[in-house]
């Protein structure tokens, strides 16, 4: 079964630049678009990014999307960190067998 | 506004059967996929089942297949989830997603408890 890993947590200061990782278990990641959500404790997921690269309106322009098909992974790239990006992130994409997939999470740490 | 909002989730015995509901408004239900995502306590997103805007087509994951119904009314704006059998790796949190666009889940619902325990 196709399958998404993610680091566990990161953890950075305020004003930094962060990258979650998000690496396919087979085939090509690039073959159906990667979405990421946040998800603050207590509270249900929303949508950071989606289409691998594009962000819902409301969301910063300091989140980004990519795809390195080299390494089969996806990336959300956080920049110039604040305190309210603290939540958990979830990379999400679909397989061959008609399932949606999500990768375990990873908890961000804002310290 | 568009505002899904799950009930249905309780206390239940391993064995038991629970029915879940996800009220839809602020947008043409009828027009829209949607799915049912769980959270376990601490744990990560587990995708649960799909179903097409018409309830023509169906999907499950394999966890819950066999014990698991998707359904929708497209009258009455509501997507429901039979549970049968539930089991204790049942509990968690879920959520009622719509399908947006290109295959986002957007928006989520708040979520509804379902807890198996003796």
């Known amino acids: 079964n196709f399958m998404l890993t993610q680091p566990h947590s990161v953890s950075e200061s305020p004003g930094k630049t962060v990258t979650i990782s998000c690496t396919g278990s087979?085939?090509?990641?690039?073959?159906?678009?990667v979405r990421w959500y946040q998800q603050r404790p207590g509270s249900a997921p929303t949508t950071v990014i989606y289409?691998?690269?594009?962000?819902p309106s409301g969301v910063p322009d300091r989140f980004s999307g990519s795809i390195d098909s080299s390494s089969n992974s996806a990336s959300l790239t956080i920049s110039g960190l604040k305190t309210e990006d603290e939540a958990d992130y979830y990379c999400?994409?679909?397989?061959?067998?008609?399932?949606?997939?999500f990768g375990g999470g990873t908890k961000l740490t804002v310290l | 506004e568009v505002q899904l909002v799950e009930s249905g989730g309780n206390l239940v015995q391993p064995g038991g059967s629970l029915r879940l509901s996800c009220a839809a408004s602020?947008?043409?239900?009828?027009?829209?996929?949607m799915n049912w995502v769980r959270q376990a306590p601490g744990k990560g997103l587990e995708w649960v089942s799909y179903?097409?805007?018409?309830?023509?087509?169906?999907y499950y994951a394999d966890s819950v297949k066999g014990r698991f119904t998707i359904s929708r009314d497209n009258a009455k704006n509501s997507l429901y989830l039979q549970m049968n059998s539930l089991r204790a790796e049942d509990t968690a949190v879920y959520y009622c997603?719509?399908?947006?666009?290109?295959?986002?889940?957007?928006?989520w619902g708040q979520g509804t408890l379902v807890t198996v325990s003796s």
């Open positions: 997603t719509t399908i947006y666009g290109s295959g986002r889940f957007d928006p």
């Open positions: 602020g947008f043409t239900f009828s027009s829209y996929e």
């Open positions: 179903i097409s805007s018409s309830g023509n087509t169906i």
């Open positions: 087979s085939g090509s990641i690039a073959s159906n678009y």
């Open positions: 289409e691998d690269n594009q962000r």
């Open positions: 999400q994409s679909y397989d061959s067998h008609n399932h949606w997939v």
